[in-house]
Every structure is written in C-alpha cells, then in structure tokens.
C-alpha cells in the first residue's frame, strides 16, 4: 500500500519483486504510483506462481459504477471490481475500499503515502492485520499510527512478514 501519485521505485521494485518470488499473491488497489510500480515489479518475476489482484474503485455517481479513471493499472491481472470510492481522503469511511484491502490480506507492507496510506494502516490496526512500514522515515506517512513499526531495510521488513505468516 502506498502512494497513488508517486512511485517510489527504489522501494517499490524491491518489494514487487521480493512478494512474487517467495510465491505470494500481491494486493493493491489497482492505480498508479506506488501500486503501479510494485505491480510491475511483481509482474516482470518470470515463473511466480501468484497474481497480482487489484481492488478497482468506482465513480460513486455514476449509476453503472464504471472504474475511476485510470484503474485498474496495466498490471493488474485478477481485478476486483466494487462499488466502492477511491479511498482518500476519506479511507476510514465505510464506503471507502481500503476496508477490502486490509481485510483481504494476510500482512500489509506501506510504503511511502498520504492519507490513504495512513488510513490503511489505521485499519490494519482495526482489524488486526500485521502491518510494517518500508520508510527511510516516519514523516513519509504523514500521520502514520505510532503502533505501526517503520522499518528503514527491506530485511527487516521480510523478518516482520515471515513471523507474521509463521503463525497462519
């Protein structure tokens, strides 16, 4: 999870890539920027047995719910299509589909965002979702819970996902 406008690349391609050789699936929410750039990352692992999945929002007044502009990216290969809005700035909301997200995956990795991204991580907390925080800094997610570890090295992050999963 992460920015819908930048795409953080030195991050993004270490973590796509790293998700689809240890044979995950990876989630996102289907737009640009970081969600692009991790599903690239992911989809260029040649032989990975996962997918890439895309949560697709809607235009909430369009009466047909046709996706957002943009969504899904190029990359997304099982898409999920809702009803749902886009998520930011409201990504709490019940109506947002940040709730499918959390709630759809097993560990949730932030990277660098906005409010859509701390709200992720808000619900996360919510529903007891492990989640960890791929950040040189705290300040790259304004607003990030504090109960949410920012790990500075991708091994780090691995070593949280790895005795999350332990577990399941």
């Known amino acids: 999870m992460g920015?819908?406008?930048?795409?953080?690349?030195?991050?993004?391609?270490?973590?796509?890539?790293?998700?689809?050789?240890?044979?995950?699936h990876l989630?996102?929410?289907?737009?640009?920027?970081?969600?692009?750039a991790v599903s690239q990352a992911f989809a260029e692992v040649a032989d990975r047995?996962?997918?890439?999945?895309?949560?697709?929002p809607s235009v909430l007044d369009d009466p047909r719910r046709a996706p957002v502009r943009g969504y899904p990216n190029p990359w997304v290969e099982i898409p999920i299509h809702t009803h749902l809005g886009?998520?930011?700035?409201?990504?709490?909301?019940p109506l947002s589909r940040n709730h499918v997200?959390?709630?759809?995956s097993s560990v949730i990795i932030l990277l660098p965002g906005g409010d859509g991204t701390a709200?992720?991580?808000?619900?996360a907390l919510r529903y007891s979702t492990p989640c960890v925080a791929f950040?040189?800094?705290?300040?790259?997610?304004?607003?990030?819970?504090?109960?949410?570890?920012?790990?500075?090295?991708?091994?780090?992050?691995?070593?949280?996902?790895?005795?999350r999963l332990a577990s399941f």
């Open 3 to 24: 920015s819908h406008a930048d795409a953080y690349p030195e991050r993004s391609e270490i973590v796509g890539q790293w998700i689809a050789r240890e044979g995950f």
């Open 27 to 36: 989630l996102t929410g289907a737009g640009q920027g970081v969600m692009s």
């Open 49 to 56: 047995p996962g997918r890439v999945i895309g949560i697709i």
């Open 86 to 93: 886009v998520g930011a700035p409201a990504g709490d909301d």
């Open 101 to 104: 997200n959390v709630l759809t």
């Open 119 to 123: 709200s992720e991580g808000r619900l």
């Open 135 to 163: 950040l040189r800094m705290r300040e790259e997610i304004p607003s990030l819970a504090p109960e949410i570890p920012v790990e500075r090295e991708f091994a780090n992050v691995i070593a949280f996902v790895g005795s």
